[in-house]
């Protein structure tokens, strides 16, 4: 019987579950031409789905978005993220395009876009403020 209703638990966890889950890792290699990277840079995903960024080694990285699709307000930014395996998750839920970088290494380039849906014109996009003023 406790079998029974596990198994019925696990069928109600997949079954309806539509959305789906993306990791992408922050990612430090010294050695490479692009030390400091988000990997993947680009991903298309769908309204609902959710990012789980993911710092894949012992470094200080974090994950602020900078553009938006317009309508999409307030600050979205994950704590910053020290230590390996720490993860940080986000559900997208608007459709559009958004950019994001990592605040301590975004001057060496570190930097992504999500599309949700159907990527946004760029006249459709807003800044998104940053309290260090950028
Ligand atoms: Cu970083």
Do not use: R
């Amino acid at each position: 019987m406790k079998k029974l209703l596990l198994t019925a638990a696990l069928m109600l966890m997949v079954t309806p579950a539509m959305a789906k889950e993306y990791t992408i890792k922050m990612v430090t290699d010294t050695e490479a031409e692009h030390p400091y990277a988000f990997s993947p840079s680009t991903l298309n995903i769908q309204p609902g789905d959710t990012v789980i960024f993911e710092n894949a080694q012992d470094d200080t990285h974090n994950m602020m978005i900078d553009g938006a699709p317009k309508g999409v307000d307030g600050m979205i930014m994950s704590p910053t993220l020290e230590q390996e395996g720490q993860t940080w998750s986000y559900t997208f839920t608007k459709e559009g395009t958004y950019s994001f970088h990592c605040h301590p290494h975004q001057a060496l380039g570190m930097k992504g876009t999500i599309i949700v849906g159907t990527a946004s014109k760029p006249e459709d996009m807003h800044k998104m403020k940053h309290e260090h003023g950028e």
